[in-house]
């Protein structure tokens, strides 16, 4: 049975891997150099044909994915090539539901349930119509719910996060709150400045896990949670102050594009990158330069736009 790992690997799809402070050009000839003077930027979209200096243009903004666009058009030119990479990249990471032992079968085999607790719970869910085994489980035939936790840690490979000592607001910066309440996650824990711990209740969401991985440049682990732990702290996530986050229904990539290109062109922001999220795009926006693993709350907006009218 493959085991697959609870650590979300990148599966290739491109990263911006600056970080907002430390932005530089493209690393070819005289951008290079530019980079190294560290104040005389070129405008980063490889076809422009203005060739302007930064310094000289009063133009101090805005930088997108770590490079300064010289004009609106130039803007345009680059997040229509991010836009494009990340509708391409549709489909390429597959949630891992795959080859996963079912839980009460697990369960069964640990020793931690008997045949006929497996066999009751699954003809109580089985004529509910539904509901998750684990609660069937806990509620029905009375087992732990520590066990059922554990359970769901061997069934994903994934650590077992513990909640207790959980502070909502100091990572509520992480994503935006659609996508904390939406996909049922929870921005746990900052290790080490580098190390977010992101906990699901019953199954890990690899997707929104690689966007964050991608978005604020930290590695992510997901784990699971206990469940009565994970929805009273979810709770609390969800009251929270957010950064500001303004949503918007394109009806097409187009559309979506000039929505992205005037959020940039308005904010001038000094650091800007774009992931997308199943059927959004998520564009978040440096108003200034962050100083920790994390930025500030005030320091950042996000914007996240639905393609023809599909939301999460
Ligand atoms: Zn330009």
């Not at 992480?174 to 746990?188: C, N, T």
């Not at 950064?243 to 959020?263: D, G, K, M, N, T």
């Not at 001038?268 to 998520?282: A, Y």
């Amino acid at each position: 049975m493959p085991l697959l790992s609870g650590r979300f690997l990148l599966s290739g799809a491109s990263q911006p891997s600056l970080a907002p402070q430390t932005r530089s050009a493209d690393a070819s000839g005289s951008r290079s150099r530019a980079a190294r003077a560290g104040f005389f930027e070129t405008c980063a979209n490889p076809d422009c044909a203005t060739g302007w200096l930064h310094p000289w243009r009063r133009r101090s903004g805005p930088v997108f994915e770590g490079g300064w666009s010289c004009s609106p058009a130039c803007t345009r030119a680059r997040l229509e090539t991010a836009l494009r990479r990340e509708m391409d990249g549709r489909g390429t990471v597959e949630p891992a539901h795959r080859h996963r032992v079912p839980l009460g079968l697990l369960m069964l085999e640990q020793g931690w349930i008997g045949a006929g607790q497996l066999r009751q719970a699954l003809d109580a869910q089985k004529a509910a119509g539904g509901g998750r085994l684990g609660q069937w489980l806990i509620r029905q035939q009375g087992v732990s719910e520590v066990l059922v936790t554990r359970a769901l840690g061997l069934q994903w490979s994934c650590p077992v996060l513990p909640a207790e000592a959980y502070d909502p607001q100091s990572l509520a910066v992480v994503a935006p709150r659609l996508f904390v309440d939406a996909f049922g996650a929870l921005p746990l824990r900052l290790a080490a400045g580098q190390l977010l711990y992101l906990g699901f209740e019953d199954r890990l969401d690899p997707v929104l896990a690689l966007a964050i991985e991608r978005m604020t440049g930290l590695r992510v682990e997901g784990g699971v949670v206990q469940g009565s732990h994970f929805r009273l702290a979810h709770a609390r996530a969800l009251k929270a102050s957010f950064p500001p986050v303004e949503l918007i229904e394109a009806v097409s990539e187009p559309a979506a594009l000039h929505a992205l290109v005037r959020a940039v062109e308005r904010a001038r922001p000094v650091e800007s990158r774009l992931v997308r999220v199943r059927d959004c795009l998520w564009l978040r926006l440096w108003r200034r330069p962050q100083q920790g693993p994390l930025p500030e709350r005030e320091g950042v907006q996000d914007l996240i736009c639905s393609i023809g009218g599909a939301w999460i």
